[in-house]
């Protein structure tokens, strides 16, 4: 026994070595599946503590700071007694929204993690399936069980710790990137590549669990083989019946990435539930949802696979030669094969379909807030301590329509003052007499807020606010709730510029020790008409010193921009996980391509020609892509749905699902083009094989 051990232990490392030369697209597959997995993982948690770091100092992004800015204090009063409310605090009202996105973007780096370990478990699944009968010959020439395993565990731990050291190292200059192009976690502030900080123990230990996914994904391999019957697995091929067993034996065991998954779930998960008890409902959906996304890639695919790959392959494009009808018979016998490659196509593309569904909710939020608040107008804001944007009436047309604004109190509790009176002659020239009728109950003593403003002091029309401050304390009977009254653009935060309230202007005095005078702002009707048009122009640059000329459709579009900028991370981590997905097709093909090496060469030897067999591998690519696409389809708009389901129950915008046909098109055409252009080199591959090398007998 001791001779046995001392004669195999250098053949252990001498066939690990080999069979990870002989499978090199497979290995460096599996270690990119790794590397971009951890990688993923770790730049969303460096951005996520760097963003952090850059609104720590700044009481807009960061009410927890000790000092609070000197502002008015507001009070809530409910009903005829004046009942006090407790308002929702500033800090919870600020980091609501930003926290559920905060949240949901370290679950989405989850989803590069799971494709990166199914390209794992799928890689040693099939390749140690395929030295079978090496192990079995291995076997019958003495070598103990323990040393037949440690070659596929020497080999998962190779693959492993190369990747997770790849995606550790790559990382850094990954994050470094992303921050240059001003991505973040909130899309709230900008990371200073400087003082960028990374949390080296957080990173390590993610990586770490990348590593372990390797040896994860061999343990049940492996352990079939130390089962092997030796006998039949040296028999010909042909009297084996691969089929059922084959799909079966690939499957087996992947459930194990639940562990690391669940575990990274937790580890991600952990500062939010601590921080944001309120929208734990929120990440524990999100969660089952990533979750249940998983169980249909184990459970669903391989069954749909083979009952409906003969129909997805009816629909690709092509006439009715040899190679779509060996393509369709292949797909309804052994079509399991492939549902490794369709599970990751499908878990990307409905991610990102339910990501955009998301997305245009909140933009066409954004659409609908600006058609209520900014009608046509043009804002003049000043900039700077010599700014009069009062001063320029002076040469408007009496037939133009102005509003005369105090500056605002500094924020969370922002009140400014207007006359009522021409708030509503503003509201008449917008055509908005609804509005307008809302702006004649504004007076003295009496407030309209916004409907952010209301929510967060949780007290609605014939409710009051208390104002206090240096000049003194008044109760303001809320009059109107409304997002149609009283705006003026600010750089703050999307949400924080919508909180905000406003009074007559026979209050100024009570937040005069807080805000500019009266003048300090000017809103004027109907921008986009010739004569305001030429009012702007003819303004003296002296008229116009420090102060910023904001037109409504501008702004509008930059709101929408900034709304696409807070996602754009989301894209980010989905462009690795599409080039995660790409990489598991093409080695899914290669490994197929040399498993048929005899099969294609009988097709040669038959009669057809090289492009036929390229056009096979092809077939099979647009197969993979269309039903990944489809079932993406499938699973992405019901995902979206409860997204923004999600986003209106835990935040305060009116989010509304909308799903635009050709959103479902881009999703199944995205797939088909992936898909096939990670089917070209295993394609190139089979054409090339030599026919007359390959059909021999074992």
């Not at 003495?142 to 710790?161: C, H, S, T």
Request: hydrophobic content about 50%.
């Amino acid at each position: 026994m001791g001779l046995l051990r001392l004669l195999f232990d250098p053949l252990v490392r001498l066939l690990c070595a080999r069979n990870l030369r002989s499978d090199r697209f497979g290995t460096w597959a599996a270690i990119l599946g790794v590397a971009l997995g951890t990688a993923t993982v770790d730049v969303v948690v460096a951005l996520d503590v760097n963003t952090v770091q850059a609104e720590s100092g700044n009481w807009s992004t960061d009410p927890a700071l000790p000092a609070p800015p000197d502002t008015i204090g507001l009070r809530g009063l409910r009903g005829s007694d004046d009942a006090p409310v407790a308002a929702q605090s500033a800090k919870e009202a600020t980091h609501e929204d930003y926290e559920v996105m905060r949240s949901a973007i370290r679950l989405g780096s989850l989803a590069a993690f799971l494709v990166g370990a199914l390209i794992v478990f799928f890689t040693f699944g099939v390749v140690v399936d395929r030295r079978r009968r090496e192990v079995a010959l291995l076997r019958s020439l003495g070598a103990l069980p323990r040393q037949v395993a440690a070659i596929f565990v020497r080999e998962a731990a190779i693959v492993g710790l190369a990747g997770a050291a790849l995606g550790f190292l790559a990382s850094v200059p990954m994050a470094y990137l992303a921050a240059a192009a001003g991505i973040t976690t909130t899309g709230r502030a900008r990371i200073a590549l400087r003082g960028m900080i990374f949390p080296w123990r957080w990173m390590a230990l993610f990586a770490l669990v990348g590593a372990g996914t390797a040896l994860l994904g061999v343990l049940r391999p492996a352990r079939d083989m130390l089962r092997l019957d030796v006998a039949r697995a040296l028999r010909p091929r042909f009297l084996e019946e691969e089929g059922a067993r084959a799909a079966s034996r690939h499957t087996r065991g992947i459930t194990l990435i639940a562990l690391p998954f669940a575990a990274l779930v937790y580890a991600l998960m952990r500062p939010f539930f601590r921080q944001a008890l309120p929208s734990l409902t929120f990440f524990v959906f999100e969660a089952a949802l990533v979750c249940a996304s998983f169980l249909a890639t184990l459970v669903l695919v391989p069954e749909l696979v083979q009952r409906l790959g003969g129909v997805a392959v009816r629909l690709l494009p092509g006439g009715r030669g040899p190679e779509r009808l060996l393509t369709q018979r292949r797909i309804e016998r052994m079509g399991h094969e492939l549902s490794w490659s369709v599970s990751g196509v499908m878990l990307v593309f409905s991610l990102l379909l339910a990501l955009h569904i998301a997305t245009l909710g909140l933009k066409r939020e954004v659409v609908v807030w600006g058609a209520e608040a900014l009608n046509e107008e043009v804002f003049l804001l000043p900039t700077g301590p010599r700014a009069r944007p009062e001063a320029a009436l002076e040469r408007l047309p009496s037939s133009e329509v102005a509003v005369r604004f105090t500056g605002r109190t500094p924020w969370p509790n922002s009140i400014h003052a207007a006359p009522a009176a021409e708030l509503a002659a503003l509201a008449e020239a917008n055509g908005r007499p609804d509005v307008a009728a809302l702006a004649r109950r504004l007076g003295p003593g009496k407030i309209v807020l916004s409907p952010m403003m209301a929510r967060r002091f949780r007290v609605d029309v014939g409710d009051a606010l208390e104002l206090s401050g240096r000049a003194g304390t008044r109760r303001l009977a809320i009059v109107a709730v409304t997002d149609g009254l009283g705006f003026t653009p600010d750089s703050a935060p999307y949400r924080n510029l919508k909180t905000y309230g406003v009074i007559d202007a026979a209050d100024a005095d009570l937040i005069a020790p807080y805000a500019e005078p009266l003048g300090a702002a000017l809103v004027v009707a109907n921008g986009g008409r010739p004569a305001v048009q030429r009012w702007l122009s003819g303004l003296r640059r002296a008229e116009l010193a420090d102060v910023r000329v904001v037109e409504a459709s501008w702004y509008r579009w930059v709101r929408g921009r900034e709304t696409d900028k807070d996602f754009v991370i989301f894209d980010l981590m989905l462009g690795l996980t599409s080039v995660l997905a790409a990489i598991g097709i093409a080695n899914q093909l290669v490994l197929s391509v040399h498993a048929r090496q005899r099969e294609l060469a009988l097709y040669r030897v038959l009669g057809m020609t090289a492009p036929q067999v390229r056009r096979l591998v092809l077939l099979e690519g647009g197969f993979i892509g269309l039903l990944g696409g489809a079932l993406a389809a499938l699973l992405g708009v019901p995902l979206g749905y409860a997204a923004v389901g999600a986003l209106r129950t835990v935040s305060a915008f009116e989010v509304d699902f909308t799903l635009p046909p050709r959103y479902v098109l881009y999703t199944v055409v995205g797939s088909v083009l992936i898909a096939v252009t990670a089917s070209l080199y295993p394609a190139s591959q089979a054409a090339r094989a030599d026919a007359a090398e390959s059909v021999h007998y074992e």
